[in-house]
């Protein structure tokens, strides 16, 4: 069974960072891909960062330049490095993995969606002005 728990969520002040972690279980050593979302009150979802199974990363545009996503196969955890912290920024944060590379896929387009293997319970970012 697929499981996948995110920590690493706070609150901080505008300009500020935080490492987001989603440790990921029921899969194979690395062959999975990881998405990362968010969810404001009264937002739909929207996708963040994605690394798939070979490494590649996406990221939607409000993530980039200032978010990384990165991965260590070994203890089965991805990680969203954010930086450069708004007041927008501010949401649940979520992971989602599966088996088949559609993480990039997914957060490269806007307004799709997917069946993912899993998802996380989610850990919650604050920052404040």
């Known amino acids: 069974q697929v499981g996948l728990v995110e920590s690493g969520g706070g609150s901080v002040q505008s300009g500020g960072s935080l490492r987001l972690s989603c440790a990921v279980s029921g899969y194979t050593y690395g062959t999975y891909c990881v998405a990362w979302f968010r969810q404001a009150p009264g937002n739909e979802r929207e996708g963040v960062a994605a690394?798939?199974?070979?490494?590649?990363?996406t990221y939607a545009d409000p993530a980039k330049g200032r978010f990384t996503v990165s991965r260590n196969n070994a203890k089965n955890t991805v990680y969203l490095q954010m930086n450069s912290l708004r007041p927008e920024d501010t949401a649940m944060y979520f992971c989602?993995?599966?088996?088949?590379?559609?993480?990039?896929?997914?957060?490269?387009?806007?307004?799709?969606?997917?069946?993912?293997?899993?998802w996380g319970q989610g850990t919650q970012v604050a920052v404040s002005s």
């Open positions: 989602a993995a599966d088996e088949s590379d559609i993480c990039g896929l997914i957060v490269g387009a806007p307004g799709s969606s997917a069946d993912f293997g899993g």
């Open positions: 690394i798939d199974t070979d490494g590649s990363t």
